[in-house]
């Protein structure tokens, strides 16, 4: 597959999370474990924060996303579903991602279940 670019929304203590609680947007590269920190412009709006943050991350054009339950919305999926990939993790923190990351890449999908991303 190549290089490929992994977001995941981490908050202060790199947690992933739902995207309008993380103040970070991390992009990892998956060969060179190198991450790149970009800020989250969704960061602490409860009212369309997810699509806020979904746009800054597209606009990133990243490969794939690492996502757990409730992290994406139905408007924030919608708007990023066909751009990129979705990796479901059991992993909490940004470390384990990268640690493991060649099994996560492993678990990318084009769709997700509906309970993913389920308001």
């Known amino acids: 597959m ?14 992933v999370t739902p995207l309008e609680y993380g103040n970070s947007i991390m992009v990892i ?3 060179t474990k ?15 924060g997810k699509e806020r943050c979904m746009a800054g991350i597209l606009s990133l054009k990243p490969d794939a996303i690492v996502v757990k339950e409730g992290v994406l919305c139905p408007g924030s999926y919608h708007m990023s579903l066909g751009k990129m990939k979705y990796i479901p993790v059991e992993e909490e923190k940004l470390d384990d991602v990268v640690k493991n990351i060649d099994t996560v890449k492993g678990k990318a999908v084009e769709e997700l279940d509906f309970f993913m991303f389920k308001e």
């Open 34 to 48: 190198q991450i790149t920190e970009y800020e989250n412009p969704g960061f602490g709006s409860p009212y369309g």
């Open 2 to 15: 190549g290089v490929m670019k992994i977001v995941a929304v981490v908050d202060e203590e790199n947690y």
């Open 29 to 31: 590269d998956d060969e």
